[in-house]
């Protein structure tokens, strides 16, 4: 295994604990929920299989079918833990979550983190 973490938001741990763990939200029912009016959803992405015992570094992105073009805002992380976090969707034209899924929008991420 060769994973390196150089620096962590909680401090570096023994390279030997240090895990990459990676996943999609499902296809067509992702659990997109409505923030706001003004074309706002939002979801919680469950991490929790990865076993982190420390805050992870997150990288996440929006894939999806169609209508994604200019939606901003999903590689925003919110409300990190070792277990979850949240990602905010703005698009004008996508003003709800059932929007979202008949597009197919999903949140594809990458975690690096440790487990002991």
Known sequence: ???LIVSSEEGLRESSCARVCA?????GDTAWMNYSSRGVIYIYVDISQCGFVTIPTVTASLEGY???LDTTGVTN???LTTSN???H???ENIKTASSAN???WTIDWVAAGFTC
Do not use: M, N, Q
């Open 1 to 3: 295994k060769d994973v």
């Open 23 to 27: 996943g999609t939200t499902k296809r």
């Open 66 to 68: 169609d209508e994604h």
């Open 77 to 79: 992380i919110y409300d």
């Open 85 to 87: 976090f949240a990602v």
């Open 89 to 91: 969707a703005l698009d």
């Open 102 to 104: 008949s597009y197919k």
